[in-house]
């Protein structure tokens, strides 16, 4: 899905007929507000704005969608484009900056990247949020163990950190690969990254 948010009318048509040419779905929008007050699809998008708009203007918009956490991927176009516009849209998580007139394809290639690389964050987040729902299941016991477990520690050294038999450190690792679905350590250890889980570093060791 592409968003479109340009004041030209004329501009917006031309778009339109372009995306749809090559199979894309539009929705395009006189204005930023009109955009904000539409509640976007959960499908892979990217936004193509204009940044000379009325009102809120296009930089200004970016701004507000990050605020909001909005990720969606965004490819500025302009006819009075300059270097501080560029940079600032760039550092924001800009996709491309395009300035008019420009070629059709090469807004066409940034739309296919910007798409791809929605697609790919929202892969991630799926992939994250099911890690989640299933570290929810473990036991606060388990989650200290996997922490240590996501240091490196060895049954025997978790077992001396937190006062408990090794047998017992081993069946609750049982358990937390069963919880996680890890068919392997190395597995786990990448679902911790995933999570963010911070390794917990062993007592006497220096920051």
């Known amino acids: 899905m592409v968003f479109v948010i340009d004041d030209d009318i004329s501009v917006r048509r031309a778009l339109i007929n372009l995306f749809e040419s090559v199979g894309l ?4 929008f006189g ?16 936004l193509v704005l204009d940044i000379r708009l009325p009102g809120l203007s296009g930089l200004d918009l970016q701004a507000e969608l990050a605020k909001a956490n909005v990720h969606i991927p965004i490819i500025f176009i302009t006819g009075h484009g300059d270097i501080p516009m560029t940079v600032r849209a760039m550092k924001g998580g800009a996709v491309d900056f395009l300035t008019k007139p420009f ?10 990247t910007a798409i791809e690389r929605d697609r790919k964050r929202r892969e991630v987040e799926k992939t994250v949020s099911g890690l989640q729902a299933l570290f929810e299941t473990l036991s606060p016991r388990e989650r200290e163990v996997l922490a240590f477990v996501a240091s490196g520690l060895m049954n025997k050294q978790i077992a001396a950190e937190l006062g408990l038999a090794e047998i017992t450190v081993k069946i609750y690792r049982g358990h937390i690969m069963k919880k996680m679905h890890a068919k392997s350590l190395a597995e786990l250890i990448r679902m911790t990254e995933a999570l963010g889980i911070r390794p917990q570093r062993p007592s006497g060791v220096q920051t």
């Open 25 to 28: 779905k539009v929705e395009a």
């Open 103 to 112: 070629r059709d394809q090469d807004l066409l290639d940034a739309v296919r």
């Open 31 to 46: 204005s930023a507000p009109d955009l904000m007050k539409t509640r976007l699809p959960e499908v892979a998008s990217c």
